[in-house]
């Protein structure tokens, strides 16, 4: 029996494969997952239905389970209607989580255009696409080591 809040058999194999500098991308329900990802990257779907899941709830799984160096979320250009609104709402929820976990990295935006060549990397490992409706609410992790 697991300890972790993580019990995915898929997403723990991955996890297990992944090494420091790995990509882990949680895709919202509105990412192009098939089509944006990196060469060496699985895909696993749990948009069972809009809403169910979400990124802040696997984000939290997780955090439970690997060690994370970097949390970026998909920065908003300057010219996109939204930028003009402040920080989403989600990335509020994103930092909570963070601090629950006992986390001291920071959440980072990177700007859309450098996100998607991110994720687009040999490094990146892993897509969990969510069914998450949040706007931006897309969180690339970079894998940190194992200390202990």
Avoid at 25 to 41: C, E, F, H, M, R
Avoid at 47 to 73: E, H, I, K, Y
Avoid at 132 to 137: G, N, P, S
Wanted: contains cysteine; proline residues 7%; charged residues 20%.
């Amino acid at each position: 029996m697991l300890k972790t809040q993580l019990i995915h058999p898929d997403i723990l194999r991955a996890c297990a494969r992944a090494g420091h500098h790995a990509k882990i991308l949680i895709a919202d329900g509105n990412y192009p997952a098939s089509t944006k990802k990196g060469p060496n990257a699985e895909l696993v779907c749990l948009n069972l239905a809009p809403g169910c899941v979400t990124v802040a709830q696997v984000l939290r799984a997780l955090l439970s389970a690997v060690p994370v160096d970097f949390v970026n979320t998909m920065g908003i250009p300057a010219d996109d209607p939204y930028a003009q609104q402040g920080d989403p709402p989600v990335w509020k929820e994103y930092r909570k989580v963070l601090k629950e976990s006992g986390a001291t990295i920071k959440l980072e935006p990177i700007l859309k255009w450098d996100f998607y060549k991110h994720v687009e990397s040999p490094d990146h490992v892993l897509t969990i696409q969510t069914g998450d409706q949040a706007l931006w609410a897309n969180v690339l992790l970079t894998l940190g080591c194992r200390t202990s």
